[in-house]
């Protein structure tokens, strides 16, 4: 099966590539979807934001737009045509 993925900002930087599609096993769940961008990438997606077996705490995902944060974290399941943003630190704002 097939998800969409973007990497925003510094994780465009990292990778070389702001999106792709990437082919999943059916049952795949994000953690699976990051071990296959690893094998492509080098390992340097889960480096970058993975603590050991968990999410760090400054990144986020989105699937169809909801942040994983709010489903079953790295467990939650894939399903055809998913969208998949990996979402790096956002800083910004305005000083006055």
Avoid at 1 to 16: C, E, F, H, P, S
């Amino acid at each position: 099966m097939l998800v969409k993925v973007r990497y925003l900002a510094t994780l465009y930087d990292l990778l070389g590539v702001m999106k792709e599609v990437v082919e999943v096993p059916q049952g795949a769940t994000v953690r699976d979807l990051v071990k296959i961008i690893d094998e492509r990438r080098g390992g340097r997606l889960s480096r970058e934001i993975l603590d050991g077996d968990r999410l760090k705490d400054q990144y986020n995902i989105l699937v169809n737009g909801r942040a994983v944060d709010y489903l079953a974290g790295l467990d939650t399941r894939l399903n055809e045509g998913d969208e998949v943003v990996f979402m790096p630190p956002v800083g910004g704002g305005c000083v006055s």
